[in-house]
Nanobody, 122 residues
């Protein structure tokens, strides 16, 4: 069992930056791939990025590549999402999730956080 708690969301102007954190409980964090997803108002949840269990491989949604960076610190049971050059279309609730499989498919993720709101004003 893994419990996930996101933090770091907030309101930021376009062009600004935010760093999201996702703290995981449990001693098996390092065996899980971790992903970030988001749900914008009126839209379906979409994949943002993911990192493999050891942090050696990553996936990115094309629209965030070059602006967002996912990383993890297995010694702290934490995964991060550094978001730079934010745009109004990045406004959404951001969720972290854990999976036994390194994947872009949310159906592969077994554990989810409660989400943190990111709002980017123009």
């Amino acid at each position: 069992q893994v419990q996930l708690v996101e933090s770091g969301g907030g309101l930021v102007q376009a062009g600004g930056s935010l760093r999201l954190s996702c703290a995981a409980s449990g001693r098996t964090f390092s065996s899980y791939a971790m992903g970030w997803f988001r749900r914008a108002p009126g839209k379906e949840r979409e994949f943002v990025n993911a990192v493999s269990a050891r942090g050696s491989s990553t996936y990115y949604l094309p629209s965030v590549k070059g602006r967002f960076t996912i990383s993890r610190d297995n010694s702290k049971n934490t995964v991060y999402l550094q978001m730079n050059s934010l745009k109004p279309e990045d406004t959404a609730v951001y969720y972290c999730a854990a999976s036994r499989f390194w994947s872009r498919d949310d159906r592969q993720y077994d554990y989810w956080g409660q989400g943190t709101q990111v709002t980017v004003s123009s």
